[in-house]
């Protein structure tokens, strides 16, 4: 049997990538944060120490199966995500497993995380907890609809679910996708704004609220678990907004510049906005994201 | 001291209606817009109905209790503050401290079932028809209420709660202070040394 | 390469230096001391420049901070706070009320000395302390984690017997839940 070694490497080396990438994004928004606030801000690798620091701690609580598997099913739905992305583009290392029709995966993939968390905080039983857990659920059927339509919008302009023919359509960047189909765009960054968490749709998380929502209960490893998972899910987030609407990346170089300017596009929009509650997000994402992406099918269309 | 010059007619009106209607009453004002009046226990509840009702003294703004030990008695405060009338009066009476109950006046306030639930827990009087005198805000309390004048607090704390005992050079700050920098203590200082109130 | 001992060193030392540079600090003001906080965490003095950062639960938390005085009602909720974190878990006694029990050292209702009930790690005293002081403290614990002094967690859990007759002899009506910690 042949073995793809070059294959083999990327499966190896993409997680780590991602999780040094996403950790490393993850302090630099804490950075942002502190200067923007007229703060000096912790260092740019604090979140790699919080990390080690949760791996080092012990973890001896017990309130069932679920509470184990939650985190565990977070960072796997990531690192899946992350595989069927191809995260350089025309890459042999980095293509991973993307195959024909994979749009179509990731939409189911990538709700996978937010599901098994949801399990794993349900069995811990905290109240904070389930409340949590239903306000992220309410949060992402708001947020899916429009990303949803913006990705049909484009899956029918270039007659194609896959995320490799779409990158062969962005040979120039004047024919990426995002000056082809603006309006998709224009869903899906509102969209991102609702699935990155960051505020003004933080509120499923909301640490003064309800004691930080679905983790309450979980510390220790688990907590770093779900640290670990969230880098990642970062990262393969942002490597598919770049691949879908900046025309993917052919080097790392160019890929954290892609990545670091879409990711700014949260982060500084969480510092200013306040917290929306989750009726008032739920309708932010079915008025202008909504009509946005009814609006790129519309164009496509006719 | 009362300010003469100051217009006290709102409250020389008050002080005429309370003394028309309740003639036992004896009536003070303090200064401008503070009146007491000492009642006896059992014109309360009327006084305080009539206060709101008729003198529109509709704020109860607090509700608390004295410990005379003296004279074997408890004082029961009451501070009503009208706001169309700018006047805080003050109705005080005093029930025995042998039989420590007094009738509730939660009919007229709602906000007194908690007052009166505290001063229930600090002082163990009992208001009949409050049935809320639970557990407040000591849990578990088993010895005499603590605001009683005979509950000796300091015993209390000595025999309940560790004490440290303090480092031996800082006994008094002042000596410790002299002795390492060589300084005199003024004469003045001298009387107020924790060795000499001794 | 490294034998055992020599790599269990090596693997103590990172461990260490993250944990010193990464405390979070459950979010549970007891006394008064609680309105010193938000000024040690905000822009005035960035206690997030340590690493120093708020939980939400103690779960979570690594640095239980005793804020001022404790009432007995309240040292109930404290140790079972406490008995929540996980390990390692390091607690702070601030202000003068948790070592002698300060201006209220002859209530009826406050403890007065903090680490007869739970194993105090750094004190920092001042009535109250200004926010520098409670930086400094943390510096304090940090150096003690370094040199791996800070061990409150492992003398509770030696002196576990010690403790509880402290703690049952002021919380006389005893009903805590069993744990799984």
């Given at each position: 049997m042949e073995i793809n070694w070059s294959a083999v490497l990327g499966i190896v080396f993409t997680p780590v990538i991602a999780f040094l990438v996403g950790v490393t994004y993850g302090g630099l928004t804490r950075r942002i944060t502190a200067r923007i606030q007229n703060r000096f801000g912790p260092p740019f690798y604090q979140n790699i120490l919080d990390i080690i620091k949760l791996y080092s701690k012990e973890s001896n609580i017990n309130h069932g199966v679920m509470q184990h598997l939650g985190p565990v099913f977070a960072i796997t739905a990531s690192v899946t995500t992350l595989f069927f992305i191809p995260v350089i583009k025309d890459s042999p290392v980095f293509t991973n497993f993307s195959f024909n029709g994979d749009l179509i995966f990731l939409l189911y993939i990538m709700v996978f995380g937010s599901l098994g968390m949801a399990l794993g905080a349900g069995q811990t039983g905290n109240p904070n907890s389930a409340i949590g857990v239903s306000r992220g659920l309410s949060q992402l059927v708001g947020y899916e609809v429009p990303f949803v339509m913006a990705l049909v919008a484009i899956m029918v302009q270039f007659q194609t679910t896959s995320l490799n023919d779409l990158l062969a359509v962005q040979d120039h960047f004047t024919k990426w996708i995002i000056f082809q189909s603006p309006f998709a765009f224009l869903a899906a960054i509102l969209a991102f704004l609702g699935m990155m968490?960051?505020?003004?749709?933080?509120v499923v998380i909301a640490p003064a609220e309800i004691?930080?929502?679905?983790?309450?209960?979980f510390g220790g490893k688990y907590l770093g678990l779900m640290l670990t998972s969230r880098s990642i899910f970062t990262f393969a987030k942002l490597v598919l907004f770049t691949d879908i609407f900046l025309g993917g990346a052919h080097d790392f170089i160019t890929l954290i510049i892609k990545t670091f300017i879409l990711y700014m596009i949260p982060v500084l929009t969480g510092i200013v906005f306040p917290r929306f509650r989750t009726e008032q997000s739920i309708r932010f994402f079915w008025s202008w994201p909504l009509f946005f992406g009814i609006l790129a099918i519309l164009v496509v269309v006719f | 001291m009362i300010n003469m010059n100051k217009n006290l007619y709102n409250e020389n009106q008050t002080i005429e209606e309370i003394k028309n209607t309740f003639h036992t009453a004896e009536i003070k004002l303090q200064r401008e817009s503070r009146i007491i009046v000492k009642l006896r226990s059992d014109l309360i509840p009327p006084f305080l109905s009539y206060a709101k009702n008729?003198?529109?003294?509709?704020?109860?703004a607090h509700f608390s209790c004295v410990d005379w030990i003296e004279d074997n008695e408890f004082e029961l405060v009451y501070l009503l503050y009208s706001y169309e009338k700018n006047i805080v009066v003050i109705a005080k009476t005093r029930i025995s401290r042998d039989k420590a109950e007094f009738v509730t006046i939660k009919h007229l306030w709602r906000q007194a079932e908690t007052y009166e639930r505290e001063i229930h827990e600090m002082f163990g009087i009992n208001f009949t028809g409050n049935d809320r005198l639970n557990e407040f805000i000591l849990e578990d309390w088993d010895d005499i209420p603590p605001m009683r004048r005979d509950f000796n607090t300091i015993q209390f704390a000595k025999d309940n709660f560790y004490t440290r005992p303090g480092r031996e050079d800082a006994q008094d700050v002042r000596e410790t202070i002299t002795k390492k920098s060589g300084e005199k203590i003024p004469d003045f200082a001298k009387e107020f040394s924790v060795r000499n109130l001794k | 390469m490294f034998n055992d001992k020599e790599a269990s060193k090596i693997v103590d030392i990172i461990k260490n230096f993250a944990r010193k540079h990464s405390l979070w600090v459950v979010a549970?003001?007891?006394?008064?001391?609680?309105?010193?906080?938000p000024p040690t965490m905000t822009s005035r003095y960035d206690a997030e420049r340590f690493g120093i950062r708020g939980s939400a639960t103690p779960r979570q938390a690594d640095v239980l901070l005793i804020t001022g005085y404790l009432s007995v009602k309240t040292l109930k909720r404290v140790i079972r706070t406490y008995e929540q974190m996980q390990e390692p878990k390091y607690v702070i006694g601030f202000g003068s009320c948790t070592i002698n029990?300060?201006?209220?050292?002859?209530?009826?209702n406050t403890i007065k000395a903090l680490d007869r009930y739970l194993p105090v790690d750094v004190y920092i005293n001042g009535c109250m302390p200004r926010p520098e002081a409670v930086i400094s403290g943390f510096i304090k614990l940090q150096q003690l984690i370094s040199e791996g002094k800070a061990d409150g967690a492992k003398r509770y859990r030696e002196n576990l017997e010690w403790y509880r007759e402290n703690q049952r002899k002021v919380i006389k009506n005893w009903r805590m839940p069993e744990y799984n910690w």
């Open positions: 968490g960051y505020a003004p749709f933080d004691a930080s929502g679905p983790p309450s209960e | 008729y003198l529109a003294f509709n704020h109860l | 549970y003001g007891t006394g008064c001391g609680a309105i010193e906080l029990g300060g201006m209220y050292w002859d209530s009826y």
